[in-house]
Structures are given as structure tokens and as C-alpha cells.
């Protein structure tokens, strides 16, 4: 038993059928899907992590690794069913959804908080403005609304380029907001949840990722962030 679990008498479950380690606290329904395990000489721990994914290390040595799930993948699926899209979670924890000549990327909360029974069921805007929140029926029959974050279409990649500036740290968050440092000067953004496809399928120089102010008013609002892959994304800065 993990040292955390137990001193705050948290009961984590796995669900038999898809996978998902679960944990209910105070009517909030928390989810991760287990990625990767390996066994290491580390002792118990528990480790939660900015992006949102958590580590457990259990008595036996196996280090788990988790990142948040979609908890209804079947209502994400029906509220985007208009698009006729396919719906994919990658090993990395983000979700894409292939659309015409791009695709979608976010990230799913952990939680999912019970909400009212007259809310309906689908997919809106979040009250903070640059997310989603899915509004589904759990397996209990109460209805539960989970926010879908737009997040950066690759991460591992974006965690090269800041170890190149100097050292510093990259601030990214399970909620698709990102600080970092672009030049010697730190900067704080949100994603987009649009990722363009590349144009004749051009990469970019040295397989790095290129980033390029947007401006308006003869002022930085963003940036057009170019992956390896020749894909873009714009990252529209924010106030902290």
C-alpha cells in the first residue's frame, strides 16, 4: 500500500474491463489509465506530476506510470459524432481527433465533478475560457462533467527545445497552459486545440521545433509553433 493512499484512507480501484485506476473522494471521481510499468529498487511513492500524470511505485517495485483518461470515452465519441471523426488516445496521454485537413489535440482532466441533473449532456465551453467540459451519465447513473484541455501536440519535443534555453524550466500543465522561455525571455500561453497538417510535407531544419511571434498592434500575442513534423499550433499568451 502507498503511504499516501493509506494515511488519507483513499480506496484506488481498477476498473475490470478497460483498465482505468480509479479514486472517489468527496463525490469527485478521479481516473488514470496505466501506461507503461517497470520494476525499479525504489521505495513506495507516489508522485503527481504538473501535466497530470501521476507515478506509484508499489511494494513490489513496479513503477507505474499513469495519465488522466477520458472517464465516458463512448459520450466524448457521440458529442463529437457530427464530425465523423476518429477519436484516439495516445500512449502520452493526449487525445487526437482527425478532422479535414488538421486534427485536435487536449488533454482530459482528472477529475470528474457531479453536476446537476438537468444539465445536459454533451460537450461546451468551460468557464475559464479556453477549455471543454463533457457532461456525461457515470456507470452509477449520476451525472458528471469532465473538462477537456487543449494541450501541445508533442510534448517530448517542446521539453527538447526548452533544454536548449538555457537550462531553464518548462512549465507545463495538465490544463494546456505553458511557461517557458523563448530567447531569454519567459513567457506564459495557452494552446490551441487545432493542429495544421504540413504543407507538402515539409519538416522543419535539424528536427526542432520553430517558434514564431504573432503579433498585433506591434505586440507579441502569441506564437506559431512548428513541430518536426512541419505540423503548426499557435500558442496564444496569457496573463499569469
Known amino acids: 500500500e502507498l ?37 525499479q529498487a525504489k521505495p513506495t511513492q507516489f508522485t503527481a506530476n504538473p501535466d497530470g500524470s501521476l507515478i506509484f511505485v508499489t511494494t513490489l517495485g513496479r513503477e507505474i506510470f499513469t495519465h488522466p483518461i477520458v472517464q465516458n470515452i463512448s459520450a466524448l465519441c457521440q458529442a463529437l459524432a457530427a464530425l465523423k471523426s476518429e477519436v484516439v488516445w495516445q500512449d502520452n496521454g493526449i487525445l487526437s481527433v482527425t478532422l479535414q485537413e488538421s ?35 457515470d456507470e452509477t447513473g449520476q451525472k458528471r462533467q469532465q473538462l477537456i484541455h487543449p494541450f501541445c501536440a508533442y510534448p517530448e519535443a517542446l521539453s527538447d527545445y526548452q533544454a536548449d534555453q538555457d537550462g531553464t ?20 500561453g495557452v494552446f490551441d486545440y487545432i ?10 531544419k535539424n528536427d526542432q521545433i520553430v517558434l514564431t511571434p504573432i503579433s498585433e498592434n506591434g505586440k507579441t500575442v502569441g506564437f506559431t509553433v512548428t513541430y518536426p513534423t512541419g505540423e503548426t499550433q499557435m500558442l496564444r499568451l496569457i496573463d499569469r
Open 169 to 188: 524550466d518548462l512549465d507545463l500543465a495538465n490544463d494546456g497552459t505553458v511557461s517557458l522561455t523563448i530567447e531569454g525571455k519567459r513567457y506564459h
Open 195 to 204: 493542429v495544421h497538417l504540413s504543407q507538402d510535407g515539409e519538416k522543419t
Open 3 to 39: 503511504p499516501e493512499l493509506k494515511n488519507n484512507h483513499w480506496q484506488l480501484t481498477q476498473h475490470p474491463k478497460n483498465g482505468q485506476l480509479r479514486l472517489t473522494f468527496e463525490g469527485i471521481n478521479y481516473a488514470v489509465l496505466p501506461v507503461r510499468v517497470r520494476l
Open 103 to 137: 486534427r485536435a489535440v487536449a488533454r482530459a482532466d482528472i477529475a470528474a465533478h457531479p453536476v446537476s441533473n438537468k444539465e445536459p449532456l454533451g460537450l461546451f465551453p468551460a468557464k475559464n475560457g479556453h477549455s471543454l467540459r463533457l457532461v456525461f451519465v
